[in-house]
């Protein structure tokens, strides 16, 4: 189901839980209204090309909301994978089939638009999703901006295919 402003005290819950940030504490949701911002700007996304992140359901219980997942268009440039789930459904291999699904979707509909994750290089479980579904690490380093922030950590991208300095310049800019 397409992620959407129905979905924010759900999403909330996900993005404030402080389990989901302990790689990366300073990101973590401190109000829904983040949460809320967050997800109207993936609505470009599906206005654009009819696809985006989606809010994630247990197939055998629909109305139990257990995450968000899929893919997003930013800026016109790249797919951008991405996936949080409720710690409690971490292992069970929920992250790894959504991004199979939303990399099916994206090469299908628009193959020409490289398909990228971010990562903080302290996730070695999210790199190991990321590989199984066939994405390559392609740049690590310090976020533009992070500089000498203790607290940030270093920032891994994977793409589907060798990027253009440009996009890649880009994507070390994004926050």
């Known amino acids: 189901m397409p992620l959407s402003a129905k979905h924010d005290a759900e999403a909330y819950k996900v993005y404030s839980d402080k389990r ?11 109000s829904v209204k983040e949460t809320h911002q967050l997800i109207g700007r993936t609505q470009a996304s599906w ?37 949080r789930f409720r710690p409690d459904k971490w292992g069970n291999g929920f992250a790894t089939e959504v991004s ?12 020409d638009t490289p398909i990228t994750a971010r990562i903080t290089t302290n996730h070695p479980a999210s790199a190991r999703v990321l590989e199984k579904v066939g994405l390559r690490p392609v740049w690590e380093g310090r976020r533009i901006g992070t500089g000498d922030d203790p607290s ?24």
């Open 20 to 30: 989901i940030w302990e790689h990366r504490p300073q990101a973590r949701h401190e």
């Open 47 to 83: 206005a654009a090309k009819d696809l985006g992140p989606w809010g994630v359901y247990m197939r055998d219980q629909p109305s139990e909301f257990i995450g968000v997942g899929g893919i997003e268009l930013v800026d016109g440039r790249v797919w951008d994978l991405k996936y």
């Open 152 to 175: 940030e950590p270093d920032v891994r991208i994977y793409a589907d295919r060798d990027l253009p300095e440009e996009i890649l310049e880009f994507l070390k800019a994004r926050p």
């Open 100 to 111: 199979e699904a939303a990399l099916k979707a994206a090469k299908r509909m628009d193959p």
